[in-house]
């Protein structure tokens, strides 16, 4: 994969700007960005490539130079949405850094209902319904199956170090690391539970009291 | 719907036996459980009505007398998944009173850690692959849409009736209601991280970790 670790739009300000290389990248990201929205809002069997390419304003043939097959176009997009996911867990880490130590200056301690609202509402969005579509197809679509597991493991694990990083928690405790782990599954159980019916009531009575629960298994673990 | 409420294998001894009745049962039964594991395994787009027959050795002709569309078909399929998940349940229900009986007259307790691992067992199997297609195809297919979010609200709230009932939680006792549906919202989450991978020992870890922790949170709420 060639994908940039940094966002395209803000590329190194240092590097001579190449304007047909830039139209190139900013026609990929566009493909991958209405690959995820077709897939969140249409399902696999009608995101194919002609109606991704006709979204992201792009012919066919361009479509097809990116992406020759239509498994190309799609396992690129799910390593966009890894790409997309780490960039916000990243942004996240960053600016609860930021506020926690504000909060431990202020009254000398942070706050684990934000986090947890906030790691949560990561499964709720587009993204997530599009890796969720993703997941299902490979799940009996042999040529995506093994590809998409490799990612998920990736992203798992990504995932599960950044939660450990946010909620301060220390994994060389027993428990500790199984107590991240089972609310992360949570948080991915609170993410389909969303998928046919706006859940967001229900979801944040949920959030508050499994924060609580989580606070305490963290600081008093079995 | 005309389901019966109890299994089709052990109808009423007193009512009298209709051999026709029962053979026009018995291949609606095949149909509806050749639906769930063809879903399961294959996903909506390669289920038809005519694949289905063919598994459940049911002549298309008989299927579309019993299924006159595809959407009767797999809508009937999620019921049955509905009334095969409440058995399920309800049978655990009588064997876990019975077992809780016992520990209690032995030692005084029952093993929350069991308890748990059943109810998340029940999101692991052909049962829960099936319904986890539909909800996906639901969410795009408006045909589907409508009755499979009524059904799932349905099946959301028997589930968390006998979660109640077998984990003996007190709900009116604040916070313990919301306890019970984030667990199950976790095992919702971990049927899903099963898709792609078998991720028992992993889950299974999870499983004892989180059981230790309900139990506390049910026992002394915040």
Known sequence: MTLPRTPPSTPPRTAPRDPKQ??????????LEAAVACLAEHGWTRSTVA??????GVSRGAAQHHFPTREDLFTAAVEHVATERSAALRALHVRERQERERAERERGGAEVVGLVGVLVDL?????FRAALQLWVVA??????????????????????????????????????RESVQGFLDMARGLGLANLLTDDRARRDRVVAQWARILDDALRAPN
């Open 139 to 176: 799940s009996y679509e042999e040529q995506l199956g093994a590809r998409v597991a490799a990612l998920e493991a990736r992203i798992g694990r990504e995932t599960h170090r950044m939660a450990v990083e946010l909620l301060g928690a220390d994994e060389s405790v027993p428990g500790v």
């Open 22 to 31: 830039d139209r190139s990248r900013a026609t990929r990201r566009r493909l």
């Open 51 to 56: 109606v991704v390419a006709e979204r992201a």
């Open 123 to 127: 499964y709720t969005g587009p993204l």
